[in-house]
């Protein structure tokens, strides 16, 4: 069991939030690693999130929610 | 063969969606791959990765000799695409927005579009010219327009405009392989920009591999049988959207998604409009002398009887965009004003 965590964009504040702007793959898909799986967003710098490792991805926060910087976003099991 | 009761597995939910932006950059970046004459240049093409990310990541996978940022002249690096592609190469040259087309021109109508046919077709010009086009967020009238009409207009080049991530693949791809100037318009507002307006039509499955959609050929985006509307680009959205809106009222129908304005597809148009009867024609370029009167004018010259109806259209106003949110979007051919038209074609 993996987590994937929101990466952190603004080095200056630790804590910022951003938004989860786009999930690429849905609830339970089967991944491979380093596949495109998320877009992020801290103020107007987006990132993209790819899977660490291959597996079964749950999504822990729906698309367009706030989540800080180094929160979950996603378990691979 | 057998056939047998067994029903088919449902499709499982695609496990690989991109945004328009990615699918763009992932057909440049495969095309470059098998074919080491493909290069990219424009403004903002290498570390920024294209202002709408038509480039994202290509120069830190090719290298700033195959992707390549040029200066502030429109007139100087679409010329040296030219010269490129004269020799042999495969150039994809970006124009940062369609609007900025007046101070190049020439190299585009005079050059780019007539070399083939003034060296009697031993010249060829296998070249991209890509261009963001499009309104809706607010960035005044000279970085607001479609201009497709204007570029259509001209003889000498083929025009795609791709409305969703597959066929922006699948067009990029034929575009760069095709031994002729193409020039491939995307919408900032189907491209998947998390900053821009969200817009759910903007990530969709994307085959992987080798992906090509011929030039010159439509989709039908939604089979319907009442009314058929006709448009391109971004509209396609806004004409899905208020197609299943209307459902509700027991209206169906058709959208055609042109994908390419030359060669036009006129077979798809008169086919869906031999079915309906009924025409609505989305255009968010300007209504004059444009590409509205023009699919009107494929079914007229074909058979007017074929319209139960006057025709619809549905376009911008022969007036500048509007800088101001609510006035812009009175201009635009939006929802509401789609449906106005779609009501009023199957009302009569």
């Not at chain 2, 003034?118 to 809706?136: D, F, N, Q, R």
């Not at chain 2, 990530?203 to 959609?213: K, L, Q, S, Y």
């Not at chain 2, 370029?285 to 319209?307: C, I, K, N, Q, W």
Request: glycine share 8%; net charge negative.
């Amino acid at each position: 069991m993996t987590d994937v965590l929101f990466p952190s964009l603004s080095k200056d504040s630790p804590q910022a939030v951003g938004v989860l702007a786009t999930w690429f793959v849905p609830e339970g898909a089967t991944v491979s690693a380093d596949q495109l799986i998320a877009e992020v967003q801290v103020d107007k710098v987006a990132a993209e999130v790819v899977a660490p490792v291959a597996g079964v991805v749950h999504l822990l926060v729906d698309e367009e929610a706030s989540v800080v910087q180094g929160a979950p976003i996603a378990r691979i099991d | 063969m057998t056939i047998t009761d067994t029903p088919v597995a449902p499709t499982p939910a695609s496990n690989r969606r991109l945004t328009t932006s990615k699918a763009m950059v992932e057909a440049i970046a495969q095309e470059m791959e098998r074919n080491p004459s493909v290069v990219y240049l424009g403004e903002d093409v290498g570390a920024y990765g294209g202002i709408f990310s038509s480039t994202a990541g290509l120069v830190d996978r090719f290298g700033p000799d195959r992707v390549i940022d040029t200066p502030i002249s429109e007139t100087a690096f679409i010329g040296l695409g030219i010269g490129a592609a004269v020799e042999g190469m495969r150039p994809v040259v970006e124009l940062m927005f369609a609007d900025f087309m007046g101070v190049c021109l020439d190299q585009i109508y005079n050059h780019m579009a007539k070399i083939h046919f003034e060296s009697g077709g031993h010249v060829t010009v296998p070249m991209v010219l890509t261009m963001a086009v499009g309104g809706g967020y607010s960035d005044g009238a000279q970085h607001s327009q479609c201009l497709w009409g204007t570029f259509a207009h001209l003889p000498g080049m083929k025009v795609v405009v791709p409305s969703n991530p597959a066929d922006a693949k699948g067009l990029m791809t034929a575009a760069i392989r095709d031994d002729g100037p193409v020039v491939y318009m995307f919408h900032k507002g189907v491209m998947g920009l998390p900053w821009m307006a969200k817009n759910a039509r903007s990530i969709a499955d994307v085959p992987e591999g080798e992906h090509v959609v011929p030039i010159g050929q439509a989709s039908v985006a939604r089979e319907g049988r009442d009314v058929t509307v006709v448009t391109v680009s971004l509209s396609v959205h806004h004409a899905l959207d208020v197609a299943e809106k209307v459902t509700a009222d027991g209206i169906d129908v058709e959208v055609i998604d042109l994908r390419s304005l030359v060669p036009l597809d006129s077979d798809a148009i008169l086919t869906s409009v031999a079915k309906t009867g009924r025409l609505v024609v989305v255009d968010e370029d300007y209504r004059s002398f444009g590409l509205s009167g023009e699919v009107v004018a494929t079914v007229t010259d074909h058979d007017p009887t074929m319209l139960k109806v006057p025709v619809q259209r549905v376009a911008v106003p022969d007036v500048p965009i509007p800088y101001a949110h609510v006035l812009e979007y009175a201009v635009l051919p939006r929802h509401e004003r789609i449906e106005a038209a779609v009501r009023r074609a199957v009302a009569i």
